[in-house]
């Protein structure tokens, strides 16, 4: 195992890197060609950050995945989410466990995504429920903790139960329970994606920050 220490090394420090397609008002920082097949431009990312971390001097990381599709690579302390929507990729580097999502917003009809009685027995806010895109939300929000608790089964989605924390210039935060676990889930907007991370909410504060990276198809 090879031991990496993250800049500013702190156990709740979380970087999280969304790489997104390169517009008009969005200058490419990738300057390399983009694999297009999913699996292989993800390798891709990592590879880009395990650049950043070692100075340009990666020295061959051999990733891998488990049978749930859960990045793993032989470093002592760092730890990787991985997610997708559309040509973005979102990507949570983290010292100790982390879970992220990113969602294209998006109104989703709500009985025809989960029952209401689910809904109303596991979000403890209504009126966030029954309002405007906030399901699709809610959803990107608990796709985040699910991977933060390791859980991989439809059950294990259904059982989280999301308390609502509170609305910061219109983003939301959770802290979401599955059984006696429990963690923090903070949301972050990008155009018309929402960003989801879950984190340990064992402590006051943490240190996290988006790195914005675009790149050319």
């Not at 709740?12 to 694999?35: C, G, H, M």
């Not at 802290?175 to 963690?183: F, I, M, P, Q, V």
Request: hydrophobic share 35%.
């Amino acid at each position: 195992m090879i031991p990496v220490m993250l800049p500013f090394p702190d156990i709740y420090n979380i970087d999280v890197f969304l790489f997104s397609v390169a517009t008009q008002k969005r200058v490419p920082t990738v300057s390399e060609t983009v694999p297009s097949i999913g699996t292989e431009r993800t390798d891709f990312f990592i590879r880009k950050i395990l650049d950043i971390y070692f100075e340009g001097k990666e020295p061959g990381i051999e990733i891998k995945r488990n049978d749930e599709g859960k990045v793993l690579v032989n470093l002592e302390n760092i730890h990787f989410s991985v997610s997708h929507a559309d040509d973005s990729t979102l990507i949570s580097v983290s010292s100790t466990k982390s879970g992220c999502d990113i969602e294209k917003i998006r109104h989703l009809v709500r009985e025809r995504t989960f029952d209401t009685r689910f809904l109303d027995d596991t979000v403890n806010c209504p009126w966030i429920v029954r309002s405007g895109n906030n399901l699709m939300r809610i959803v990107s929000a608990r796709e985040a903790a699910l991977k933060y608790f390791g859980g991989k089964l439809l059950n294990d989605f259904k059982d989280i139960h999301m308390d609502f924390h509170g609305n910061i210039d219109g983003l939301y935060s959770w802290k979401a329970t599955l059984g006696k676990n429990s963690c923090t889930v903070g949301e972050f907007y990008d155009d018309d994606l929402t960003i989801n991370v879950a984190y340990t909410d064992s402590t006051p504060t943490i240190n996290l920050t988006i790195h914005r990276n675009y790149f050319s198809i």
